[in-house]
């Protein structure tokens, strides 16, 4: 079993930046693909970004793309979102996630992740 803590949200300017932290609490973090979704208030839970086991191959949402980054680092494992440039319709929980078998056709969907974090929250303000 899988332990996943996300950190780092909290309440920001809308334009302002933040980094989440999700931090696993087994080894084995690095042989899977890791993604981040998020969910706003009566909202469905969606997709915001995803990357392979070795960073080498990253994925984002439309809406978030050239404004949010996804990077891991392996020797501390954890996988991390800079989001920059953040609107108000960020606003949401976010959740880090573990995809135990990676296909690039799974990456955007949630049910594919087996393991999931407590959710932090970001809050967008004007």
């Known amino acids: 079993q899988v332990q996943l803590v996300e950190s780092g949200g909290g309440l920001v300017q809308a334009g302002g930046s933040l980094r989440l932290s999700c931090a696993a609490s087994?080894?084995?973090?690095?042989?899977?693909?890791m993604g981040w979704f998020r969910q706003a208030p009566g909202k469905e839970r969606e997709f915001v970004a995803a990357?392979?086991?070795?960073?080498?191959?990253?994925y984002y949402a439309d809406s978030v793309k050239g404004r949010f980054t996804i990077s891991r680092d392996n020797a501390k494992n954890t996988v991390y979102l800079q989001m920059n440039s953040l609107k108000l319709e960020d606003t949401a929980v976010y959740y880090c996630?573990?995809?135990?078998?990676?296909?690039?056709?799974?990456?955007?969907?949630?049910?594919?992740?087996?393991?999931w974090g407590q959710g932090t929250q970001v809050t967008v303000s004007s």
């Open positions: 996630a573990a995809l135990l078998r990676y296909s690039s056709d799974y990456v955007r969907d949630s049910q594919k992740y087996k393991y």
């Open positions: 087994e080894r084995t973090f690095i042989s899977f693909a």
């Open positions: 990357i392979t086991w070795s960073g080498g191959n990253t």
